[in-house]
């Protein structure tokens, strides 16, 4: 009796172990982690990805380009160049200074008329409108009845240096004398030299007073067109 009563409950424990899932112990397994043991890299685990800091630049930013002035956009003022040789000169504008030098050494102020500009863009005489016959004005501007005297300057202001002007705009022009350009008071010696070729030295005093060049100047546009001759400020 004693027997039977030990082993009922050992049976239905076996009876409870064989009845279980067969896999329960398994996964039961699978499902434990194993704690690494101290000092020793965890091999099993994905490493975490920490998230790196962001590295200042130490670029240093380069400046703007410096970009030249467009035609027709201001630009700060420089004094021009002062140029002497005339083979810097466009072909027209060239041959337009040689063919008014040639009248004036010949003496003939009518062998200007073929090279004056005519109708809307005739070429400027005064600073106020010319009335009549341009070479009957020219002649009124000299002091002999022959016009010789107003040649012989016309001569020696395009013998002078010359300046480039507006370049790359509408009112692009070659300006003779360069004083025309330059203020009076920032002549050189040898500069001053130079326009007392052209003016006596009252001339140059009166022209302090105003700040600037105010006898007979030239200007010949690119393309070989005679513009101006005219005196006065």
């Known amino acids: 009796m004693m027997n039977a009563a030990v082993s009922l409950p050992a049976l239905s424990l076996a009876a409870l172990l064989l009845a279980a899932p067969a896999h329960a112990f398994s996964e039961l397994q699978e499902a434990q982690v194993e704690t690494p043991a101290e000092g020793e890299p965890e091999t099993d685990a994905p490493a975490m990805e920490l998230p790196q800091p962001e590295i200042p630049s130490l670029e240093v930013p380069l400046p703007d380009p410096i970009r030249p002035a467009t035609p027709g956009q ?5 004094t021009p160049r002062v140029l002497y040789d005339v083979m810097l000169l466009p072909e027209p504008v060239r041959r337009m200074r040689e063919l008014i030098m040639a009248a004036c ?6 062998a200007l008329r073929a090279l004056l500009s005519t109708g809307a863009n005739a070429t400027q005489l005064s600073l106020s409108a010319v009335e009549g016959d ?3 004005h020219l002649k009124s501007l000299s002091g002999d009845d022959e016009g010789h005297e107003i040649l012989a300057i016309l001569y020696e202001v395009l013998a002078a240096g010359f300046v480039h002007l507006d370049v790359g705009t509408d009112d692009e022009i070659y300006a003779w004398p360069y004083f025309m350009a330059i203020p009076i008071d920032d002549l050189t010696p040898p500069q001053r030299v130079e326009l007392f070729k052209l003016v006596t030295a009252g001339d140059y005093e009166e022209m302090k007073a105003y700040g600037t060049y105010i ?3 030239v200007g010949i546009s690119p393309d070989g067109e005679w ?3 005219v005196g006065g400020e």
């Open 105 to 110: 050494k010949a003496g003939d102020v009518e």
């Open 215 to 217: 006898f007979f100047r």
């Open 134 to 136: 341009p070479i009957a």
């Open 227 to 229: 513009e101006f001759f």
């Open 74 to 78: 201001s630009a700060p003022e420089a």
